[in-house]
């Protein structure tokens, strides 16, 4: 099972932290790129709007008439070739949201997480707590662990925490998310997979990596077995009677052929009137 160190606010080493679900997780290329497409295309407004001839005003008259101008002819002065005139191909308000399996939602965090971890570029550290909300004490943080310098720092922690959301408020390098909660009133900011890959360095709290795992690593509670309820036993049928032979049958069919099949009476002729 892989592990990182665990490092304190200083940089020194205290322990070590076993990856269960990310370390078993594979970094699948598709799925990497459908969260990070839908990501982007769910934070669309989709609000964009032209006007179409139908919606500009004025135009409603024929600029000149139909013959002897020299010109091309023209109905309206709100066509799409004129100017202050509609849109051809005019943009409508449409809705850009894009559906992510919760499955593959996750396989594709964890992945990201894995492929990060390889790279070298996840840090966790014993605990993310300040006294007060002071920028210079996240500084002294990021500096001690090695990763102020990044261009991006992800920074993960178990919950909401607003002096440690304040510390780094003014670092514009460095973002703020939470690990995923289990409480549904929990006010949380969970991070996703973008976050993950556009990230030069991740620093995780201990708690955090704990959470991540039991959410997201598939660990599924057990439930109790269903009771099945009892069965009755069916009642016995009678017993069909048993079926003739096909010998006998054809042997009754063939002696109720040779009976001889009495003869019709005819009927009595009509007398016929003397005349």
Do not use: C
């Amino acid at each position: 099972m892989a592990t990182l160190e665990i490092k304190d606010q200083k940089g020194k080493a205290v322990g070590k932290a076993e990856l269960g679900a990310i370390a078993n997780a594979e970094p699948l290329m598709h799925l990497l790129h459908q969260a990070v497409v839908t990501e982007e295309a769910n934070k669309r407004q989709g609000t964009q709007k032209t006007k179409s001839r139908s919606e500009v005003s004025g135009g409603g008259r024929k600029p000149y008439k139909q013959k002897k101008t020299g010109n091309a002819r023209q109905g309206s002065t709100r066509s799409p070739q004129w100017a202050h005139g509609a849109m051809a191909l005019p943009l409508m308000p449409r809705d850009y949201t894009k559906g992510f399996n919760k499955k593959e939602r996750r396989a594709a965090i964890l992945g990201a997480i894995n492929a990060q971890v390889t790279a070298g570029k996840v840090t966790v550290v014993d605990k993310i707590q300040f006294t007060a909300a002071k920028t210079k004490d996240a500084v002294k943080l990021l500096e001690g662990l090695g990763v102020a310098g990044a261009k991006r720092v992800l920074v993960i922690t178990k919950a909401h925490d607003e002096v440690t959301h304040k510390s780094f408020r003014n670092l514009s390098n460095v973002v703020v998310r939470t690990a995923p909660a289990t409480e549904k009133d929990a006010k949380t900011n969970a991070f996703s997979t973008r976050d993950i890959l556009v990230a030069h360095q991740i620093v995780v709290a201990k708690d955090a990596l704990e959470q991540i795992e039991s959410v997201w690593g598939g660990a599924k509670s057990e439930k109790a077995p269903k009771l099945k309820a009892e069965v009755k036993p069916k009642a016995e049928k009678p017993a069909k009677a048993e079926a003739k032979p096909k010998a006998e049958k054809a042997a009754l069919k063939a002696t109720a052929a040779k009976k001889p099949v009495a003869a019709k009476k005819a009927a009595p002729k009509k007398k016929e009137d003397s005349k």
